[in-house]
């Protein structure tokens, strides 16, 4: 496993070590063993998540607040996305401080997102089948979400002439400098 520095602490791009010939590929996805040494980290995830959306779906930006904060490790196994991670650690020189990774099926790349990061994505493809493992439980009281046009946050999400499907949850976010406030 190749592992990517994103210039923000923390989070990291995964690029699996991927065999293939005419017949398709194999790789794992995970090993905690494989994970721990290309990332110094040693995490219990406990629970996977799987979604599915179509294109232009926009989810996020979420997070859960302490006790809850949750690590993700995210990939994508049909399709594409514009996956986002935002620093919202209030210590972090790099607080306020965004990437964006595509993540698909033919890249293979996952994307570790520790706690104290808001997280989103935008779907690219036609549709896409989204995976990740949390460090945590999902938390309704915990959860949080930061609109993901909040002009403090100035991300690109590259829509061109797409209108971005949002949940109602997601169209209620709060600002960046709000959501700052309750950490």
Same mark, same amino acid.
């Given at each position: 496993m190749q592992t990517i520095?994103?210039?923000?602490?923390?989070?990291?791009?995964?690029?699996?070590?991927?065999f293939g010939d005419a017949r398709g590929f194999f790789y794992e996805s995970y090993n905690r063993q494989v994970f721990a040494a290309a990332t110094g980290l040693d995490i219990d995830f406990v629970q996977d998540n799987h979604s599915r959306s179509s294109r232009g779906v926009l989810r996020g930006l979420h997070y859960q607040l302490a006790p809850h904060a949750q690590?993700? /490790?995210?990939? #994508? +196994?049909?399709?594409?996305?514009?996956?986002?991670?935002?620093?919202?650690?209030?210590?972090?020189?790099?607080c306020g401080q965004h990437v964006a990774v595509?993540?698909?099926a033919d890249n293979?790349?996952?994307?570790?997102?520790?706690?104290?990061?808001?997280?989103?994505?935008?779907?690219?493809?036609?549709?896409?089948?989204?995976?990740?493992k949390t460090t945590d439980y999902y938390a309704p009281a915990?959860?949080?979400?930061?609109?993901?046009?909040?002009?403090?946050?100035?991300?690109?999400?590259? /829509?061109?002439? #797409? +209108?971005?499907?949002?949940?109602?949850?997601d169209q209620q976010g709060m600002a960046y400098a709000d959501a700052l406030q309750q950490l």
């Open positions: 520095e994103t210039g923000i602490a923390g989070l990291l791009i995964l690029e699996p070590r991927v690590g993700k /490790l995210v990939r #994508v +196994v049909h399709g594409a996305v514009l996956d986002v991670a935002v620093d919202i650690r209030p210590e972090s020189p790099t595509e993540l698909s293979k790349r996952m994307f570790w997102i520790p706690p104290g990061f808001a997280h989103g994505f935008l779907t690219l493809s036609e549709t896409a089948e989204f995976l990740y915990a959860e949080r979400c930061i609109r993901w046009d909040d002009p403090q946050l100035a991300i690109e999400w590259s /829509l061109g002439d #797409v +209108v971005p499907q949002l949940s109602v949850k």
